[in-house]
């Protein structure tokens, strides 16, 4: 069935230092990968997206890789900050109209 | 711009209970969905609108949607029971039949069924 799998469930890093979370998706269709960050109490928030042309895109400290062969793609986070903690989630298009399809998120945890 | 709001910000039914989750926008977006967030789970679709007047999914049981006009999508729960307690999102999007552009998403709505 159509799903996306994302991991770690929670990664705590040292500020500073850099973050990376995984997803992974199951249909080969799928054309449009974005992340959302969820701070505490808030709505989730676009913060980077990807579509399937590209293999990298990068947004000052936040890029994002994608591998169509393996149907997988990344968020990495450089120089993490204590604002950077929240939860962040995966996404990736697919069935015949293109729902979106989420993953269950990643809580990220900064460590002064 | 207020963007994408949504009424009531909480909610408490009994079961058995009908209420309706309003949500309206004003930026001319095509596409609208609702999502539920239970921790752990992620968003979980529940139904998406990609144009005023359409219907794109089947909508599961226990709610019906309706979408009269571009602004507004609101969401009927049509007898509530303990399950379908939950954060609701509403969000809209631009692209014009999917989904592949950003989502902007409402406040959300706490609903509890007891």
């Known amino acids: 069935g159509e799903n996306v799998e994302q991991h770690p469930s929670t990664l705590s890093v040292q500020e500073g230092d850099s973050a990376v979370i995984k997803c992974t998706y199951s249909d080969s269709a799928s054309n449009y990968f974005p992340w959302y960050k969820q701070e505490l109490g808030k709505r989730p928030q676009l913060i980077i997206d990807?579509?399937?042309n590209v293999g990298e895109k990068k947004d000052q400290r936040i890029a994002v890789t994608l591998n169509k062969t393996a149907k997988h793609f990344s968020l990495h986070i450089t120089e993490t900050q204590p604002e950077d903690s929240a939860v962040y989630f995966c996404?990736?298009?697919?069935?015949?109209?293109?729902?979106?399809?989420w993953g269950a998120g990643t809580k990220l945890i900064i460590k002064p | 711009n207020a963007g994408v709001t949504q009424t009531p910000k909480f909610h408490i039914l009994k079961t058995g209970q009908s209420m309706t989750l309003q949500c309206a926008q004003d930026?001319?977006?095509?596409?609208m969905s609702w999502y539920r967030q239970d921790p752990g789970m992620g968003l979980r679709l529940i139904y998406y609108?990609?144009?005023?007047?359409?219907t794109d999914k089947e909508v599961p049981n226990g709610y019906n949607v309706s979408r009269l006009n571009t602004e507004d999508f609101p969401l009927r729960l049509v007898s509530a029971a303990p399950s379908q307690t939950s954060v609701y999102l509403c969000a809209s999007s631009y692209a014009p039949r999917d989904c592949t552009d950003t989502q902007y998403f409402g406040p959300g709505t706490r609903l509890t069924v007891l």
């Open positions: 930026m001319n977006h095509g596409y």
């Open positions: 609108s990609a144009a005023a007047g359409t």
């Open positions: 996404a990736a298009s697919m069935g015949s109209n293109y729902q979106l399809i």
């Open positions: 990807i579509r399937s």
